[in-house]
């Protein structure tokens, strides 16, 4: 079967992650944002296309599904169809999927993780953020220090330093939240809103 790429330049807000994942597939453009290798305008539509193989499919697909803005679609050749359906266009009545209500009950529903904890500070006089990891026996074990939520918790879980799914998600929120108060200089506090 043949696929067609399709990618609306107009709308890429240069995120940089198709071309970060695959650079063979992507370039950057001068206003940095992603140029589609191999690709042509169609004049028509304003989107660049690229007709695809079954075989090229699975980078193409990875490409589309780590775009934040949903830029990049890919159809079938023949009929014209997502594969993908990955455009936030829906309203939920409409999904054809089941619709959970995200809900917390209380800081009961918190178990301890038995690999330990974290104490997470942004210093924005270094545009830094410093992950404190401490063990299970609440001794300080680690400093990860880095620019970004992105790169400290790709750190945490390389080093294999949480060992629940909710203590991960935990530590990913916190994170963006002190990069985001670190870049628009606002005061952070670990468990707190931001303000
Ligand atoms: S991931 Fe999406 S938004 Fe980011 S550069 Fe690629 S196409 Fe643009």
């Known amino acids: ?16 992650r198709c071309m970060g994942i695959h650079p063979e597939l992507w370039d950057k453009d001068q206003d940095g944002k992603a140029i589609l290798k191999k690709g042509n305008l169609n004049s028509q539509t304003k989107k660049y296309e690229l007709a695809i193989q079954e075989k090229e499919l699975p980078a193409y697909k990875e490409s589309a599904l780590i775009c934040p803005v949903f830029v990049i679609d890919i159809v079938e050749l023949e009929s014209g169809k997502s594969i993908l359906n990955i455009k936030p266009t829906k309203t939920p009545e409409k999904e054809d999927v089941p619709v959970l209500k995200a ?9 301890m993780d038995p690999k330990g904890f974290f104490t997470i500070k942004p210093f924005p006089e ?16 680690i400093v990860i220090e880095g620019k970004n939520a992105e790169e400290i918790y790709n750190t945490i879980v390389r080093e294999k330093l949480v060992s629940t799914f909710q203590h991960a998600a935990y530590v990913g929120c916190e994170l963006m939240k002190a990069e985001i108060a670190m870049k628009k200089n606002l005061s952070y506090v670990q468990d707190d809103p931001l303000p």
């Open 1 to 16: 079967m043949e696929y067609k790429v399709i990618y609306e330049k107009n709308d890429c807000i240069s995120a940089n």
């Open 103 to 111: 809900h917390y009950e209380s800081r009961k529903e918190w178990a």
């Open 126 to 141: 270094e545009q830094l953020i410093r992950a404190r990891y401490y063990g299970e026996d609440y001794a300080l074990k």
